[in-house]
């Protein structure tokens, strides 16, 4: 059955109205759909719905509810992902992915070893990233779209660490802990925000490694062999998700 997701001011008590231009197209001219058939709906913020199409023209498709039930698909750990800026089309799988993982948020960071340096023209790209995280929601049924943000340097991304319970990044030179290891030391406490540090094509950088750990972010391997950056932050989440998730 079909995702799409409304605004809570696009709900009353017992329908829905669907007013998104590219919406409507793709439901009514796209999917064919007609009045009688079943859709879900998420308001984006708690709820999902099952509703039936009962009225369908070019300025909205309204919906009666069937059933309402709070999101069933959204994980309980709070993931944040701060992904090296890579090469050009690794973005669009980094995202998509990391959507269907379950990461509510993701923010690209320019590293020091960043192939692609911000000329100014990056944030033209976020809207792209942003279609992509919504479709692939819609995919997976996910009952949130997660945004990507702005781009952001490696000052600006320490600067936002503080406000998750944990930070971690896996890192090609830790030789000491594993990431099932720094997740099994989480045992007993009550961890709900977490920000997975992703380098570049590179790598981290010393510098910067050093500076990660002297914010309190906790360096972790994800095994003997080097791992792409797309790779990096689909393993370290879904890991995470695995041993984390309630």
Not at 8 to 13: E, Y
Not at 48 to 70: A, G, T, W
Not at 211 to 221: I, T
Request: aromatic share 6%; net charge negative; proline share 3%.
């Amino acid at each position: 059955m079909r995702r799409f997701f409304v605004t809570p001011d696009a709900v009353s008590d017992e329908f829905i109205r669907i007013t998104a231009p590219e919406d409507i197209s793709h439901i009514s001219k796209v999917l064919r759909m007609k009045v009688g058939d079943i859709l879900d709906i998420s308001d984006s913020v708690r709820w999902e719905y099952n509703c039936e199409i009962i009225e369908i023209n070019d300025e909205s498709i309204v919906l009666r509810i069937l059933d309402k039930q709070s999101f069933a698909r959204e994980p309980e750990i709070n993931i944040t992902l701060f992904q090296g800026v890579p090469k050009q089309g690794k973005m669009e799988t980094i995202v998509q992915k990391n959507t269907e993982l379950g990461v509510i948020e993701i923010v690209p960071v320019f590293m020091s070893r960043c192939v692609v340096t911000d000329n100014g023209k990056y944030d033209k790209k976020v809207k792209r990233y942003n279609t992509i995280a919504q479709e692939a929601a819609k995919q997976c049924k996910r009952g949130t779209i997660p945004e990507v943000l702005s781009a952001v340097d490696f000052n600006g991304m320490l600067k936002s660490l503080d406000g998750f319970d944990k930070v971690i990044f896996p890192y090609e030179n830790e030789e000491k802990d594993t990431l099932k290891k720094v997740l099994k030391s989480f045992e007993g406490e009550d961890i709900r925000n977490i920000a997975v540090v992703i380098g570049p094509e590179g790598g981290f950088s010393d510098s910067e490694a050093q500076r990660l750990c002297e914010s309190g972010a906790l360096s972790a391997s994800l095994g003997k062999t080097i791992l792409r950056t797309e790779t990096a932050g689909i393993v370290a989440v879904a890991m995470i998700m695995y041993e984390m998730e309630l």
